[in-house]
């Protein structure tokens, strides 16, 4: 419980968190998650690079993510545990919106 | 102050630490008369060059000390940003203007709202040195040259109060969204 109350303190992600952490489930550099939350989001969601290296700082004080190697003078990261258990509480909040959602929807008919 | 040989102009204009979207307006706006900045000398100088006229997007941002700029270059330069200087923790950023695609840097409110509290908290710097000249304003003692040292000060600790007043509406402002 307080361990999942820990959790409940870095949720709800903002979109483009959410997008950024779930394309971290393989090591990237910076742009390689530009280019993939872009392909993932269908076009929705687009990171400016201000915006992903803000994301990248925060992620990684907050242990979230972490470097996993350097490539020149780009940097890879990935997810820790940690970041993949507040994820999976992210993914339950949205589950419960979109079955909600879709209750609604079929509602109307 | 304006100097000017044939490719050359080197102009003299003040923006405030409030106006960064106005200073980028500007330097667009320069750009489709083919003037591109080329380097930033002291701050409120600009260099620029003659050119095509285009329309290119400008950005500025504003970093800490504590960002790896190796890492921090790299990935402006990997999403198309050119870099063309810093000030003072201000980084100019261009890119060609682009009609459906991304002209910004920071994509969401929570980010922008980051970014200005980062330059909030620089700003927070210089309170010890404002609280000084505010003290000191109203004792006559502290000023020999009349009231020039006093005018001098109560100026700097205007500009400096209405400078965190804007930066604070505009992170009001992002917040209300």
Known sequence: MSEEKQMQKYLPLTEATYYIMLALDEPLHGYGVMQKVKKTSEGTVDVGPGTLYGAFSTLQEEGLIRMVKKEDRRKVYALTSKGMQVLRGQIQRLQIMTKLGSDFLSRLG | ?177
């Open chain 2, 1 to 177: 102050m304006n100097t000017m040989d044939k490719n050359r102009l080197r102009k003299f204009k003040l923006f405030f630490a409030w106006q960064d979207d106005k200073e980028e307006d500007w330097l667009r706006e320069m750009a489709r008369m083919g003037w591109h900045l080329f380097s930033l000398g002291l701050p409120g100088f600009y260099n620029f060059t003659r050119g095509e006229p285009r329309d290119v997007v400008y950005r500025l941002d504003f970093t800490t000390s504590k960002i790896d700029m190796d890492e921090y270059l790299q990935l402006f330069q990997d999403a198309g940003w050119e870099h063309l200087g810093s000030l003072v923790g201000w980084q100019y950023f261009r890119k060609p203007a682009e009609a459906e695609g991304m002209n910004e840097i920071y994509t969401d409110p929570e980010s922008k709202i980051q970014r200005h509290q980062r330059l909030l908290g620089y700003l927070m710097l210089f309170l010890p040195i404002m609280i000084v000249l505010f003290t000191r304003i109203g004792d006559p003692m502290a000023y020999p040259f009349f009231g020039v040292m006093k005018l001098f000060s109560a100026v700097v600790l205007l500009l400096y109060a209405y400078a965190v007043v804007r930066i604070f509406m505009r992170i009001n402002q992002l917040r209300r969204r």
